[in-house]
């Protein structure tokens, strides 16, 4: 998932003021904090769940290339598959 890069944004700031330290400290916060909960998601990769009377749910997560079809930057399945 593109991102803009923290570091780019901390080294083009020459006198750090309060409020770009500021900026920087909730943009630092933010972008980790979407990284966990994607990084959360892909966790669910490969899941089986079974359920009541021989029904399963399968999770398949996995990060692609950004495209307008996938602008997330993920392709994921969760099916739910009858009994064996």
């Known amino acids: ?50 359920l009541v009377d021989g029904w399963s749910m399968r999770f398949r997560v996995v990060e692609v290339e950004e495209s307008n079809t996938r602008p997330q930057g993920l392709k994921y399945s969760f099916t739910l598959h009858g009994r064996w």
């Open 1 to 50: 998932m593109a991102k803009p890069d923290i570091r780019m944004l901390v080294s083009s700031v020459t006198s750090v003021s309060t409020t770009d330290f500021l900026y920087i400290y909730r943009a630092m916060i933010y972008f980790t904090m979407i990284d966990e909960e994607v990084q959360r998601l892909l966790d669910y990769h490969c899941r089986l769940y079974w």
